[in-house]
């Protein structure tokens, strides 16, 4: 069974995205803009990616995916993505993005089976994530922790998670940033 990992950066109070839904606070930061060595690592370990609505038309939106998709391969390969919405949103030509409207806990064993024997990568945002764990279906979060505040937004994690669930495994520096990886073990109370 895969492993289900939130990967994702986060300012330093605790924010993926401004009030907005944007993430150019993240792009302002050196190095920010990805392209690390340990990314494709751990991308080569990712079989399905997994987003919520907000994350997936921000990157449509910022890459211009709907005129240049081509760009969508060039960053995620050919992996499936699963798009948790209420809403009808527009697809990128030749990606495999499919869109559900459904709780993760029935749309788990599809993501399952699509990601094989690799992982699945919850890209964002924080409530889906919080889903995953709600479901007893995370098992890693990884933070990038950037260099940055932002006076609100979107939470990281909107979910009451102790030291009962999360066990620090990681800490590194990269570039800029501080990397935290923890385990995720059993379902919040």
Not at 9 to 36: H, I, M, Q, R
């Amino acid at each position: 069974m895969p492993r289900t990992v939130f990967y994702t950066a986060t300012t330093l109070n605790g924010f993926l995205a401004d009030d907005a839904d944007s993430l150019d606070w993240l792009f302002s930061v050196p190095g920010g803009e990805g392209g690390d060595a340990d990314f494709q690592e751990f991308l080569s370990g990712i079989g399905v990616l997994v987003q919520g609505s907000a994350t997936y038309e921000w990157v449509v939106r910022h890459e211009d995916l709907i005129a240049h998709p081509e760009k969508w391969p060039a960053y995620y390969g050919r992996r499936p993505t699963f798009v948790f919405t209420r809403r009808d949103l527009p697809s990128i030509p030749g990606a495999d993005v499919r869109f559900v409207r459904d709780d993760v806990r029935r749309v788990w064993p599809q993501i399952s089976a699509a990601a094989g024997d690799r992982d699945v990568w919850v890209v964002g945002g924080g409530d889906l994530a919080g889903q995953f764990s709600d479901a007893g279906l995370l098992d890693e979060i990884r933070l990038s922790v950037a260099p940055a505040t932002l006076i609100s937004g979107k939470p990281l994690l909107p979910r009451d998670l102790g030291a009962d669930v999360l066990h620090l495994t990681g800490v590194r520096r990269a570039g800029a940033f501080a990397e935290l990886t923890y385990s995720v073990t059993g379902t919040p109370s």
